[in-house]
């Protein structure tokens, strides 16, 4: 069933139909050999694959028809009814997630329907919710019906290499669009008053950790006790995400196990059956879980260790594979798209490597050693090697890197992980009677806090703390997994193969060595340049086999546009060092991302120099000189003339056109410093921010020629791009570079009426998000994140 979702998830229907259609050939050629034993093993197989295409391209449907009426335009917004599902203030704001929704239309009848919504409530701004809050109601209660009406929009899907996939991450918790709801109005509906205590009650507890712990400790206490992370310093979870600990943060397995098993144990002990036990326990974790949010982990754990007491009720053995695929089953059939998640895919892939190769690493591990404690301690080594082997596609997948000490940072911090559960929960508890005891009591959560920051310094300083290798390809994480069942079955069954089970190990060795090679990232071949979707700004980025040029990068539309984006990208494609940073001119949509890597080492980006043009004399350019010097970064400043040849790759030419550097501007866009980057038969021309008196004297000078691609000055400006500048150019390829409704209105419509009279194609970021552009000297490709028919 994972297989037929994930195939229909990122496959093309043309291909998933071609595909059903062998499966099915091939399920009618078994079943002509009635007495085949492989007949019922592949007609389940091939059932439960459709199964999950079927479920999964009936789950598109749906979201296609719904997210489509929130791709509409709605001048007036849009008002409609639904039943709250769950709230979760964020920043004061609500978050409200409706269920059974109905629009309303101009006559106040019942539209279009939807299942879920999020809405996004104020309650300190909005008309109706003030007047709630003088009510004491401050938010709407689980399971009331209410009346919202605001700014609908649709969630926004990843509009660059590397950036997070809203429109996938709403789809896998049901929710096709989004409201920014200017006021509501309850309308009916009976409270849950079970589900919507547990949110208060959530609430309370959170505001009483802040009350009683320190506050570097209260943010990672509310994530690991109530999987509340509004408060978590950001410094600290990239800090865990780094050294391959993030798990602590999130609830999971392990705070199941410490909970549920507690009060499980306690009944047990206290003379309890195993069926009282158990619904007690039982009982416990799933309100426990409804608290704190019911994700695919809770969910997991929660079902996987209701099931244990079930089995040890009625006598039966817990079979950790069965138990593992019930819950993913029945998340998948109701969410399929969760599959696309992180959390899911890490959750039960970790279970996944303790079922294999864990046990077959752990046996090889007590067999090693004759002392009980050492035997342990290799035991608990390859259970954690087998789950970063098991999960390291995945981590890459989302994360770009992988932690190479995590494996060994795990045997520490994790036993260590269950006092600061229990610290915590006691603290919580017995503040109820004394602030100061129950803050007292949460001495032993700090110190073991404390010291997971200061290992994790010292091991993020230790050399190759984070291997980037970029995010893999979906067929090459398919090779990996492909190698390392390869490898497996041949060890374990292998006689045919090799009798001597020491051959076999090499077999093993040399599949797995094999499949990590698929993880590295491909070898840069030609020239790359990455039209970065940045909103209202520019960014470029040029790699070859030898280097990577970052021209420009920032925008007046986003914010932290470095950590957001540029971070992200580069590190999707396993780029750490960028050999130079070109700030074509001061202006902040061009250099507020450049200026983040050098204020923020931290992020992993290393800058080698900063070019910046000759001719700028604002005191922007000295600020930023000055920052790069604090950076030992070294500073180099270009004019008109300076040609760099092999540069950035092999075969490749840049050269500066403009501005000269003697020549004093009032106009800060006229500094832009503008490139002729030349390959072969290929060219292209960047010219950042210049405007048509540029242009007039690039004219002028006669060095302009017929381009390839033409990066259009001033993001498609009116004051730009003119009529004998682009007749001189003729670019095959123009690339507008800005933010959707933008304050400007960029690009003009006659400079795009201009470009296509002169037979232009256009590619625009502010409607196909990241325009990737590969040359090889004679042939050009180019892709868009997004279609090109994306608003």
Known sequence: ???????????????????????????????????????LPVFLFVAGMSAGCLRMGAEQAVFSREEGFFREEHEDGVVLQGTVQSVKEKDGTLEVVLRDCAMEGKDGESGEKLRRVLCYLDVNKTGEAAEAVSKQKPSPAVGEKIRVFGEGKAADPARNPGAFDYRLYCRSRGISGIIYAEGYTVTGGKVHVFSDSLYRIRRCFSERLKAIALPEDAGIL?????????????????????????????????HVSIVGLGIWKIFRKGGAGFWISGIFAGGFLCAYGMMVGSG?????AVSMAGLSFLAAAVGRTYDLPTAMCIPAAGLLLAHPYLLSQASFQLSFLAVTSLIYPGRLF??????????????????????????????????????????????????????????VVISGFLGLGLSFLSESVGGAMLGGAHYILKFYEVICNWTGELPGAELVLGQPEIWKIGCYYGLMIFGAVVYERGMEIAENKKHRLVLLCAAWLAAFLFLLPSRQTGLSATFLDVGQGDGIVLRSESHTILVDCGSSQQKSIGEK??????????????????MTHGDQDHMNGIRYLLEHPESGIRVGGLMMPEAGKDEIYGKM?????????????AQKGDIWNNFPGKGMSMECLSPDGGTEFTDRNEESLVFRLTYGRFSMLLTGDMETSGEETLLTSGVLTPVTILKAGHHGSATSSSEEFIEKLSPSVTILSYGRKNRYGHPAEKVRERLLEHGSKIYETGLSGAVMVRADGKKLKIKTMLPLDTD
């Open 296 to 300: 695919a982990s809770v969910a997991r």
């Open 222 to 254: 509310s994530a690991v006790l109530f999987g509340e992370k509004n408060d978590l310093d950001s410094e600290i979870y990239e800090l865990y995400r780094k050294n391959g600990i993030s798990h602590l943060l999130a609830i999971s397995g392990l």
């Open 1 to 39: 069933m994972v297989l037929g979702e994930a195939l229909n998830l990122w496959i093309p229907a043309e291909q998933m139909i071609f595909g059903l259609a062998v499966w099915l050939l091939f399920l009618v050629c078994v079943f002509v050999r009635r007495k085949s034993r492989y007949g």
């Open 625 to 637: 000189a000055e920052l790069a010097k604090k950076r030992d970064v070294p500073v180099f400043y």
């Open 362 to 419: 752990s046996s090889r591990g007590e067999k090693l050693f004759t002392d009980e404690k050492i035997s342990a301690a290799a035991s608990a080594f390859f259970t954690s090697l087998s789950i970063q082997v098991v999960t390291a596609p995945v981590i890459l997948w989302h994360s770009f890197g992988i932690p190479v000490y995590g494996v060994f940072l795990n045997l520490i911090v994790i036993p260590l992980m269950t006092y």
């Open 565 to 582: 984006v540029l971070v992200p990208y580069l590190k999707s494609q396993g780029v750490t060092r960028l050999d130079l940073a070109v």
